[in-house]
């Protein structure tokens, strides 16, 4: 019985020693187990025990032979990356040499970027604005457009119809109210200012109708020899006749004048009108135009030259000068006018250049406006000239004439006849335009539409105001990136061949040539002379 339990043991102790020696190993420990085992044993339902000491031995070399395998793939991508960074030591070195073979040709490309970038984004300017008439050869070319096929002119120059009509739309849906301004005008003020020209008129009339000089003294004479009762009853009919005649067109100033003919038709005159309201309001953003093209173009420079010492390709340069004068002249235009609402990122709250000068710009949009386009003197050139509005205003001002002329001539104890009349109406609107120069500064005064368009524009919303100057870059913005483009590729096509010596090349061929042309010249010249 004891051998029994000495037996038992010395097989628990040998399992116990091969499973350690195969959790250190890796082989299996079956055979110590089996060479102390029957068959019998084996077999037998007490042998069950050694079950589970095999599942963990299988169990553990599996994870072994996992662990081995993780290893060696950890092996190969610890190499992958040394491959890797190896290669880019290489390119880096590689770079490194040819900065240093050629610092001067390097360091020129921002340097050129930023000019390239200044340059495309002025003349990107320029383009908007001249030449005021269209240059060029034109064999091709739609109405209202700045590009012909062989030539340009100014994108504001040759849609002003259509920028025109976007501003006074603008201006009278969201400015103005004009029955209400001309509202402001005093009848009786405008009676007392213009009552003196009247007889001034008058006379001038007479004169033309009757031209022969006693009829005109005569008449004088009558004049003066009238009672003073007389004279002033006149004088009370004249205030009364241009009292009355205000009051008519206050009440029918929306078919006596035309402000959409009347600022077109001024703009369509001068072409470069427009031109100098968006120049007077967007000076600031014309200027952040030109002058970001410096430093976004340098900052892009920076990216080129990194790009032309890692890539071997001299296409590099030409590539990445036409991808500076586009972004320059994008970042640019983005930067003016967008985010449209003030939009905070962190700490920074942001808005488009342009919107962010809405007081300064309603200020020097309503002093243009007012002193430039909207003046009493345009505005009565309007009534009286634009084919819209001038058969109404002659209606109006006939009517009131012939009943100030009967109550005249009742007063004087005769009545004209109707012919005369007709010809005294026609001949006073040809004169009228003379007499009213006395008028303008109380209405531009009166009307006060400077004030008015500045309050106005100020509380414009930010998308309403963006729309104020927006449109004369949008109209043709992706020409003008384009350009831009073009312009940066022909850059970088200089720096190219410089980059590959093919400038050099080409500078001394031109020479040679110049040398040849120079030297047969004088060997003519030489000849001439000897033969004479």
Known sequence: MNECKRCARIIVLSSLFSTALSLQCGYPSTFVIN??????????????????????????????????????????????????????????????????????????????????????????????????????????????????????????????????????????????????????????????????????????????????SWTQKAGRALFFSLPGRTKAAMDSANHRFLHDFTVSMQDNIGTLLNIKNCVINQMLQDRALLGQLFRKCGQAELDFLTNSGLWFGFMLGIIQMIVALFWENPWALS????????????????????????????????????LRRQQEVAKEFSSFFANNV???????????????????????????????????????????????LTKASSSALEKLPNHLHVLHPYVDKALGLQFTLRTQMEKMTSAKFERVLHPIFEEDELTLIIAGGFLGFAAGLVQQGIETGAAAKWVSKCKLKIKKLVSRLFSSSTAATDQS
């Open 35 to 212: 060479q102390y085992a029957t068959p019998s044993s084996i077999h037998s339902p007490q042998s069950s025990i050694h079950s589970p000491l095999q599942t963990h031995r299988h169990t553990t070399r599996a994870r072994c032979v996992r662990l081995s395998s993780a290893k060696g793939d950890e092996n190969e991508d610890d190499a992958s990356k040394s491959k890797k960074k190896i290669g880019i030591s290489k390119h880096i070195q590689s770079a490194i040499k040819k900065f240093k073979a050629r610092p001067g040709t390097y360091l020129l490309i921002p340097v050129i970027a930023a000019f390239v970038g200044w340059f495309t984004n002025y003349l990107a300017v320029q383009m908007i604005f001249y030449p005021i008439e269209f240059r060029g050869i034109p064999i091709w070319r739609r109405d209202g457009e700045p590009l012909g096929l062989l030539g340009w002119q100014g994108i504001v120059p040759a849609k002003t119809y259509k920028m025109s009509e976007t501003m006074v739309n603008m201006v009278t849906t969201q400015l103005l109210n004009v029955e209400e301004v001309f509202r402001r005008l005093d009848p009786d003020i405008v009676a007392s200012t213009l009552g003196p020209e009247v007889p001034k008129l008058m006379e001038s009339i007479g004169e033309e109708l009757v031209p022969l």
């Open 319 to 354: 590539i990445g000068g036409a991808i500076v004068g586009l972004a320059t002249n994008w970042l640019a235009l983005k930067w003016i006018f967008e985010p449209v609402n003030p939009t905070k990122i962190g700490p920074f709250i942001l808005q488009g250049q342009f």
């Open 374 to 420: 909207l003046t009493s003197e345009k505005l009565w050139d309007s009534i009286l000239n634009d084919p819209s509005t001038k058969s109404s205003f002659g209606l109006l001002f006939t009517n009131h004439l012939k009943k100030f002329a009967n109550v005249l001539s009742g007063g004087v104890g005769f009545l004209l006849p109707g012919g005369i």
